[in-house]
């Protein structure tokens, strides 16, 4: 079946580590999403990426990085320079940045300890 | 950024039909109007969009405003299982991301 896969579903981390979150699409879909959630509010983007090896800031990319070195795959790593890391967050995939919906992940839990 | 406004939450009845609304007021006439609904501890998912016309499929009914300014996303018949939060995004061609509000919690009753 074809979709999004998001992993780890849950992770621990130390204050002070960097984590890196995996998003994988079978939907050859060329635009690729990360949001970050807090409980009871809604989606914040984090990073966008239209097409492979580019990518742009959300409105909230400050201590996150990404890469788009294959289309199917679009990480994301949370650095020791986020200050509060700890959130829901969800990655989701669009056929292009102008043409389809968005198909999310089913979100990796991150709690830094 | 055009923004849409939702009420935070909305209580209905089961097997009645909800209308949820959206104002839209600085749509612009390429800006199709997406909806998507979150179950708890879930990634959002697709229900509807439109542009022009008034829609439907399988899950709901969305109504536009003939000026496009609101936008009304309509369940026909309430179930539990349609207890979600619901966004009402603007995808605007050739803005690359799509942002979200806070949406619409809506509870239903038994």
């Known amino acids: 079946d074809g979709g999004i896969t998001q992993s780890p579903k849950y992770l621990f981390r130390k204050e002070g580590q960097n984590v890196t979150l995996s998003c994988e699409q079978n939907?050859?879909?060329?635009?690729m999403y990360w949001y970050r959630q807090d409980p009871g509010q809604g989606l914040r983007l984090i990073y966008y990426?239209?097409?492979?090896?580019?990518?742009q800031k959300g409105d909230i990319a400050e201590g996150y990085s990404v890469s788009r070195e294959k289309k199917e795959s679009f990480p994301l790593t949370v650095t020791s320079a986020q200050k509060n890391p700890t959130a829901f967050y969800l990655c989701?995939?669009?056929?292009?940045?102008?043409?389809?919906?968005?198909?999310f992940g089913e979100g990796s839990r991150l709690t830094v300890l | 950024d055009a923004k849409t406004t939702q009420p935070n939450s909305m209580e209905s009845n089961e097997e009645e039909p909800v209308h949820l609304p959206c104002n839209h007021s600085?749509?612009?006439?390429?800006?199709?109007i997406h909806w998507y609904r979150q179950l708890p501890s879930q990634g959002p998912e697709y229900v509807i969009h439109?542009?022009?016309s008034n829609v439907n499929n399988r899950m709901a009914s969305l109504a536009i405003a003939e000026d496009r300014k609101s936008s009304t996303l309509i369940l026909h018949r309430a179930t539990l299982r349609d207890a979600a939060v619901y966004y009402c995004?603007?995808?605007?061609?050739?803005?690359?991301?799509?942002?979200f509000g806070d949406g619409t919690t809506l509870t239903v009753k038994p």
């Open positions: 989701a995939s669009r056929r292009t940045v102008n043409t389809g919906e968005l198909f």
């Open positions: 939907l050859n879909h060329d635009a």
């Open positions: 990426s239209q097409i492979v090896n580019d990518f």
């Open positions: 600085t749509i612009s006439g390429t800006d199709y």
């Open positions: 439109g542009l022009t």
């Open positions: 995004i603007l995808r605007v061609i050739n803005a690359g991301k799509s942002t």
